[in-house]
């Protein structure tokens, strides 16, 4: 798996605050926070556009059970 690298831009104080936690991983907490935002988000655009599709979806008044027939008459 390859990796690349993003960097962000934090207020000193806060920085400051990170240093004096020695005792947390704040680039694995970082990567995990941001790899859990970003499948989230991927989550809901294919929610939305599969909603968007449905709502796009032609109202059938026949019903299956008569399309399925006509497929089959037609064979």
């Given at each position: 798996m390859?990796?690349?690298v993003y960097s962000i831009r934090l207020k000193s104080d806060v920085r400051?605050?990170?240093d004096e936690m020695s005792d947390v991983d704040w680039q694995a907490e970082i990567?995990?926070?941001v790899e859990?935002?970003?499948?989230d988000k991927k989550k809901k655009r294919l929610l939305a556009r599969a909603e968007a599709r449905w709502q796009e979806q032609v109202v059938n008044d026949k019903g299956a059970a008569s399309m399925i027939r006509e497929?089959?008459?037609?064979?």
């Open positions: 390859s990796t690349a400051l605050i990170m990567r995990q926070m859990t935002i970003v499948r497929d089959r008459d037609a064979r």
